[in-house]
């Protein structure tokens, strides 16, 4: 299921790509804390993400409902590093945290989707 999920994603086969995913997809990235609370919002993320952009998936290691996924984002001449760890149930990804190791400072968001926690002990 990861691999037709970044083999959708690349071939920006959006309709397919939101097959997979659970309507309450749960998706975060503790980093940035950004995240979003659906699949339609996952999907979206994905079809409005700025730039040229290809994964190519370095490492995959399933276990049962779980994967790591270590993915090459490359968007033009840059490339990061990715750690997605998923979670499926009933044949659908149902939560997606991503990890990026290096500094990273996520782009101006085209979906409403996106959400952003406050910064750690700043007042809500």
Known sequence: MILRHWELANARHWDEFAKLLASDLKYEVPQTRE????????AEMF????GDWKAKITDL??????????IDFNVGQDSMKGISVFEV?????A??????????EPPPRETAHMKRRPPAGSAA
Do not use: L, M
């Open 95 to 104: 939560r997606v945290t991503d990890y990026w190791p290096e500094p990273y």
């Open 89 to 93: 149930h009933g044949g659908q990804i």
């Open 35 to 42: 995240y979003i609370e659906s699949g339609q919002g996952y």
């Open 47 to 50: 079809s409005t993400w700025p």
């Open 61 to 70: 290691v399933c276990d049962g409902d779980k994967a790591i996924c270590i």
